[in-house]
Nanobody
Framework: QVQLVESGGGLVQAGGSLRLSCAAS???????MGWFRQALGTEREIVAA????????WTADSVKGRFTISRDNAKNTVYLQMNMLKPEDTAVYYC????????????????????WGQGTQVTVSS
């Protein structure tokens, strides 16, 4: 079992950048990781995912070219670098982990993940 804690959210102007961090309480080397977001009145949606070993990554079309997911297994931390932020990126961002993952597979559905952080608010002003 692992606990996840996100940090790095905040208020930023459009065009700015933020880097979210997700610190895990245990070793994440055997977990596939993902970042999701949920804006008010909408369903939770996946933003980016990275495989257990880290060779495979996936990002949603809405953030492709602007957001990058990375992981440092030695530090048990996953990151989401967000550049060129837009007001429509405003949401609560959640880190998620899936245990018993295939080495190079990424997972796209919230139902695929076993553990979640509490979320961090990102607000982008126009």
């Amino acid at each position: 079992q692992v606990q996840l804690v996100e940090s790095g959210g905040g208020l930023v102007q459009a065009g700015g950048s933020l880097r979210l961090s997700c610190a895990a309480s245990g070793r994440i080397g055997t977990y596939a990781m993902g970042w999701f977001r949920q804006a008010l009145g909408t369903e939770r949606e996946i933003v980016a995912a990275r495989s257990r070993i880290g060779f495979s990554t996936w990002t949603a079309d809405s953030v492709k070219g602007r957001f990058t997911i990375s992981r440092d297994n030695a530090k048990n931390t996953v990151y989401l670098q967000m550049n060129m932020l837009k007001p429509e990126d405003t949401a609560v961002y959640y880190c998620a982990a899936r245990e018993r993952s295939d080495y190079s597979r990424t997972y796209y559905s919230a139902e695929d993940y076993n553990y979640w952080g509490q979320g961090t608010q990102v607000t982008v002003s126009s």
